[in-house]
């Protein structure tokens, strides 16, 4: 018998004797550490933020009075026509913020990508700016907004803009940093200028994944639309907000009933959108 198919367990080894078992790889004072400092982060975070599963168990008979008052839903003509009038609303905020921050957001990920930025402080500045746009939360600028503005789905589809423009630009920008280099340096040694490069080398190669990531963040925009209508950016989100301040709560579920209809339907026709494009 070799001596790999020994050390293998195999076999036994010559004279009868049992494989020595496999030895274990002692725990390293860093991975202690690190499961340490895990194990501390939880236990911080779970008494930060109260926790506590006997309080939600105590609290059985709150929610059962409210699902009693909330079921069945409210389905009569004038609240399901209002309620279809506002998804539609929430559907206008989600398109134009997501269509309408395309432009910034594609000059902010050309600027912040390596691949078309060779110049050093122009790529900290654009990655900065888009850093801002996506650490404010779409909610934050939806409050901005509403005071700028007032009330209405106007405040929500500037929130979404400024906010999707940073997530988008950083999206769009490190898809770009991804791509096969070879056109680009090629183009560059013939002298062509950064915009040829970017429009001829560097675009064409990533359109399909512009076109994906746009599609994946107009489906999550519609989403937000909900959250910046409980703010008064408009849309289904004020009048699911105005169910609840008024106690009203079958009409609060006839409207989150529409919304799922509306997140399912945009969900479908992106998917079948993304696999069209990647037949």
């Given at each position: 018998?070799?001596?790999?198919?020994?050390?293998?367990?195999?076999?036994?080894?010559?004279?009868?004797?049992?494989?020595?078992?496999?030895?274990?790889?002692?725990?390293?004072?860093?991975?202690?550490?690190?499961?340490?400092?895990?194990?501390?982060?939880?236990?911080?975070?779970?008494?930060?933020?109260?926790?506590?599963?006997?309080?939600?168990?105590?609290?059985?008979?709150?929610?059962?009075?409210f699902?009693?008052?909330?079921?069945?839903?409210?389905?009569?003509?004038?609240?399901?026509?209002?309620?279809?009038?506002?998804?539609?609303?929430?559907?206008?905020?989600?398109?134009?913020?997501?269509?309408?921050?395309?432009?910034?957001?594609?000059v902010?990920?050309?600027?912040?990508?390596?691949?078309t930025?060779?110049?050093?402080?122009?790529?900290?500045?654009?990655?900065?700016?888009?850093?801002?746009?996506?650490?404010v939360?779409?909610?934050?600028?939806?409050?901005?907004?509403?005071?700028?503005?007032?009330?209405?789905?106007?405040?929500?589809?500037?929130?979404?803009?400024?906010?999707?423009?940073?997530?988008?630009?950083?999206l769009?920008?490190?898809?770009?940093?991804?791509?096969?280099?070879?056109?680009?340096?090629?183009?560059?040694?013939?002298?062509?200028?950064?915009?040829?490069?970017?429009?001829?080398?560097?675009?064409?190669?990533?359109?399909?994944?512009?076109?994906?990531?746009?599609?994946?963040?107009?489906?999550?925009?519609?989403?937000?639309?909900?959250?910046?209508?409980?703010?008064?950016?408009?849309?289904?989100?004020?009048?699911?907000?105005?169910?609840?301040?008024?106690f009203?709560?079958g009409?609060?579920?006839?409207?989150?009933?529409?919304?799922?209809?509306?997140?399912?339907?945009?969900?479908?026709?992106?998917?079948?959108?993304?696999?069209?494009?990647?037949?």
């Amino acid at each position: 018998m070799s001596r790999a198919a020994t050390s293998a367990g195999a076999g036994p080894l010559p004279g009868g004797a049992a494989p020595a078992p496999p030895r274990r790889r002692p725990v390293s004072a860093a991975t202690a550490a690190v499961a340490v400092l895990v194990v501390a982060a939880h236990v911080l975070a779970w008494r930060g933020t109260e926790f506590s599963p006997v309080a939600l168990l105590q609290g059985w008979r709150g929610m059962a009075d409210f699902l009693e008052q909330a079921l069945p839903p409210d389905l009569s003509a004038g609240v399901l026509l209002t309620g279809a009038r506002a998804a539609l609303v929430t559907l206008a905020i989600g398109l134009l913020g997501t269509t309408l921050s395309v432009p910034s957001a594609l000059v902010l990920a050309l600027l912040a990508a390596r691949t078309t930025t060779p110049n050093r402080w122009a790529y900290q500045a654009a990655r900065s700016v888009l850093s801002f746009l996506r650490a404010v939360p779409d909610v934050v600028f939806a409050l901005v907004f509403v005071t700028a503005v007032g009330l209405g789905p106007f405040a929500g589809v500037l929130a979404l803009i400024f906010h999707n423009t940073g997530v988008m630009g950083k999206l769009w920008a490190e898809a770009m940093e991804e791509i096969d280099l070879g056109p680009r340096d090629a183009l560059r040694v013939s002298g062509a200028s950064g915009t040829q490069v970017a429009a001829h080398a560097v675009l064409p190669s990533v359109v399909p994944q512009f076109v994906g990531l746009l599609l994946y963040r107009f489906d999550v925009n519609v989403r937000s639309s909900l959250v910046l209508g409980l703010v008064g950016a408009g849309g289904i989100g004020f009048l699911v907000n105005q169910s609840i301040k008024l106690f009203r709560f079958g009409e609060m579920v006839t409207h989150l009933m529409l919304v799922m209809v509306l997140v399912v339907a945009v969900d479908q026709l992106s998917a079948h959108v993304r696999r069209r494009i990647g037949a």
